[in-house]
């Protein structure tokens, strides 16, 4: 809800941006009394943080709704005066997403899935994934600080790695973004973990990624920072938009990098088993009984 009279932000990117959702957003936090306005970004700009405008309207904002696929991985939001800020976090979001993953699915039942997904996965829990192409990855879930201002779009939970347990191989074969140029993969990348760090990429674009993730000055950017479960019932296949490919139904997302501190990159895996302990979660992409019963609306788009 908005509260009469809010200021409420929209940031969305000038080159990808569906204005048409932009804009019923826009309409709708009107409706409720806010007053909102909407900020368009150069997405190719390599420096948000020193627009000053754009740092001082965001400072203002009561709510902050985010489309900007670049925003979330700048060192914008390392900013601390944001850090009150209600920041609705929904990278290149586009109408008919928002029809499918949002307006369709039944939004309580998709809670009651993530709390019995998550009572699976209590810290100290380890987890042992998997899949035909060579796959076997091993962590310990840890504790994940929940961001109380943070708003993430329905069908993802994500989970803290403890320090040094992730470890084997991901033959990543859905997406990877950031970098741009990648997204969507038409060939898998295999990465390998060691004591929690990503230490070797394999495959055509891994001399892409290896590039662009050297450029980065972060020391942690080549540690697993969280490990998310994908599970909208609207979403059945990966785009290349990432907000849509974390949450593919039976996806698994390695973060490396923490976005508090400017740098993250999200790498999607489909198609994996994955126990937690003793207990089976998914079964080759499929989430197994009793968790597969609890969401009805499974496969949305299919219906």
Aim: aromatic residues 6%; proline residues 6%; glycine residues 8%.
């Amino acid at each position: 809800m908005v509260r009469p009279g809010a200021e409420v932000m929209i940031t969305c990117d000038l080159e990808t941006q569906d204005l048409a959702c932009t804009t019923a957003l826009a309409i709708a936090v009107k409706a409720q009394g806010g007053r909102p306005v909407v900020l368009a970004i150069d997405a190719q700009d390599p420096d948000l943080a020193s627009m000053t405008s754009l740092v001082a309207a965001l400072r203002r904002a009561e709510t902050w709704i985010d489309l900007s696929n670049v925003i979330i991985y700048s060192q914008l939001l390392a900013d601390p005066e944001l850090a009150n800020t209600r920041y609705f976090v929904l990278p290149g979001l586009y109408s008919d997403l928002l029809a499918r993953a949002i307006g369709r699915p039944d939004l309580d039942e998709l809670e009651r899935f993530s709390a019995s997904l998550a009572a699976r996965l209590v810290p100290g829990t380890p987890v042992h994934a998997k899949d035909r192409h060579g796959s076997d990855f091993r962590f310990v879930v840890a504790e994940h600080a929940a961001e109380p201002n943070l708003w993430l779009m329905p069908g993802q939970l994500n989970l803290g790695v403890a320090e040094g347990s992730a470890e084997g191989t991901v033959v990543v074969n859905g997406a990877l973004y950031p970098p741009a140029e990648l997204g969507r993969l038409d060939e898998p990348l295999t990465m390998q973990f060691r004591g929690g760090r990503l230490c070797e990429v394999a495959g055509p674009a891994a001399a892409r990624f290896g590039a662009w993730l050297d450029q980065r000055s972060r020391p942690d950017r080549r540690v697993l920072m969280h490990f998310s479960f994908g599970f909208n019932p609207g979403i059945a296949a990966t785009t290349g938009v990432i907000l849509e490919d974390e949450r593919v139904w039976g996806a698994l997302v390695l973060g490396l990098g923490h976005y508090s501190e400017g740098f993250h990159s999200d790498a999607v895996w489909v198609g994996a088993s994955l126990d937690a302990g003793t207990t089976p979660i998914l079964q080759e992409g499929e989430y197994v009984p009793p968790l597969a019963e609890i969401v009805s609306c499974r496969r949305i788009e299919d219906q």
